[in-house]
């Protein structure tokens, strides 16, 4: 066991916020939306009309205040894995969760689903889905992929699909999805397919070829492919996959339905459900979405296909359709789905709202990268367009990781001793290959980053080349 050396941070903040005023034209932006979830089509020729208050711009020394509350000694490089959620909008679900406990009674046959609803309205248009009713508010990415492949079960038991028919999903796909795609889908007689994909990456035609492979393959003696299950980003190693290229490519070929696990999307990529034209599509609303844990919203495209969908938990409203169940799901908290409009108000506070927060994410952790990348004499897991708010940058081979747990305990390492978290990616060599890089780091930039969070990181691994340390001392 190996001591730790030292914890030396020093988090100065820096500033991206441009304090420039900007007009912001996205046509999706929550800023043309008002906080009832209608678009202001005449926004850009009839300011009066909107009537909406007018948010000043975030200072860094706001900004600095709403994540005051992330442990100061730890350069949080991992926004990926839980998201995080500003001090004002942890306020706001007090503020819900208060109401709740005043009367509950009158909170639940009055206030909660008109607020529910209201949730449901700003991301049917933010995603651009053509219908409210296609969106209902989740748990989480987990439940919301176990809904869509409970009903795929269904569907093998009813006999609307034949035992050995198959399931394509990415070899990257998350473990808890690709373990729920196994507890429905494969005890019913489904046939898993998994895309390889080689990392690192190069291009998107890379993952397009082996999608096709795989469809192939899905295909043999006689089987149908029921389900595409895509992820929209990989969790690790990560890596934007080219969903609206691989859905068409399964309309093409006759799959069934598709399934697009975004648990990171909204946020962090573009989202647009007309664009994409996937059957199901989840994304975690308290990953890059400022939401706290935890909510996340389940598309699911208005066709006969997919009418019998219900949520796993059966309540009161069972029948009603999956938005009206997923409303009311028993007694439980329900304030992590009301605080939408706020932080809508949030992001809005940021030059170009939500985009721009996605946009200048993306900037940084590419540059980020490339620091690390430089700093290290390594290389990146993927090109820059296939980066999202997160890159992967490779180790120095010296390290020795050699295995998944040295990838978690080297991470536990870093935590522990350098007070940097970050996740870590093991990948195996192929034959043959020698003194390559095994391990990745896989690093966000969220607005609340400095520079100074990926300087500790790059010192701190710098250290344990000049120390000779490697994993197996760990
Ligand atoms: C691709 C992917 N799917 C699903 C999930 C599960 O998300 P949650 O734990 O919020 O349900 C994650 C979490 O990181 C993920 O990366």
């Not at 992929?145 to 999903?169: C, K, N, P």
Request: hydrophobic fraction near 40%.
């Amino acid at each position: 066991m190996l001591l730790c050396h030292s914890r030396s941070l020093s988090l100065k903040p820096y500033s991206f916020i441009s304090m420039a005023t900007h007009r912001h034209n996205h046509r999706r932006s929550p800023e043309d939306l008002s906080q009832n979830g209608e678009r202001h089509h005449n926004d850009t020729h009839n300011h009066s009309a909107t009537k909406k208050p007018k948010l000043s711009l975030i200072t860094a020394e706001e900004l600095r205040s709403e994540f005051a509350h992330h442990s100061p000694s730890v350069a949080r490089i991992n926004n990926g894995s839980f998201g995080s959620c500003p001090a004002t909008i942890i306020s706001a679900q007090q503020k819900w969760q208060l109401k709740f406990l005043q009367q509950p009674d009158d909170f639940y046959f009055n206030t909660l689903q008109p607020s529910i609803l209201k949730t449901r309205t700003l991301i049917k248009s933010l995603v651009n889905a053509d219908h409210v009713d296609e969106i209902s508010i989740v748990d989480n990415a987990t439940t919301a992929a176990a809904i869509v492949l409970q009903h795929i079960t269904w569907s093998f038991f009813e006999s609307r699909f034949s035992t050995g028919d198959s399931v394509v999903m990415l070899h990257y796909a998350y473990g808890a999805v690709k373990k729920s795609v196994a507890a429905y889908v494969t005890r019913a007689g489904g046939h898993v397919v998994e895309v390889k994909l080689p990392f690192p990456l190069t291009s998107n035609d890379e993952i397009i070829s082996e999608f096709r492979k795989a469809l192939e393959k899905g295909k043999e003696n006689g089987r149908k492919v029921r389900l595409a299950v895509i992820d929209h980003i990989t969790s690790m190693p990560c890596v934007v996959i080219p969903v609206k290229e691989l859905v068409s490519i399964c309309r093409e070929e006759g799959v069934d339905r598709i399934f697009v696990d975004a648990a990171h999307a909204i946020g962090c990529v573009e989202v647009d459900m007309k664009e994409i034209g996937a059957d199901f599509y989840t994304s975690n609303l308290h990953k890059w979405f400022f939401c706290p844990p935890s909510v996340a919203f389940l598309y699911c495209r208005k066709s006969d296909k997919v009418s019998d969908m219900h949520h796993l938990v059966v309540s009161h409203e069972y029948g009603k359709g999956l938005a009206i169940e997923s409303a009311w799901i028993g007694t439980r908290d329900y304030s992590s789905q009301l605080v939408v409009p706020e932080v809508m108000n949030f992001m809005n506070r940021f030059e170009g709202g939500i985009d721009g927060i996605r946009k200048r994410n993306h900037d940084k952790v590419v540059e980020m990268s490339n620091m690390l990348m430089k700093a290290w004499g390594t290389n990146l897991g993927s090109p820059p367009e296939m980066c999202s708010s997160m890159a992967m940058v490779g180790l120095p081979a010296c390290l020795g990781i050699s295995s998944d747990s040295d990838a978690l305990k080297l991470r536990t390492h870093l935590r522990d001793c350098f007070g940097v978290e970050v996740p870590i990616y093991f990948r195996a060599p192929n034959d043959g290959e020698v003194d390559l890089v095994t391990g990745y780091a896989r690093i966000s930039h969220q607005v609340y980053n400095t520079v100074d969070d990926y300087y500790n990181f790059r010192d701190a691994v710098n250290k344990l080349v000049n120390d000779g340390f490697t994993c197996s001392l760990l």
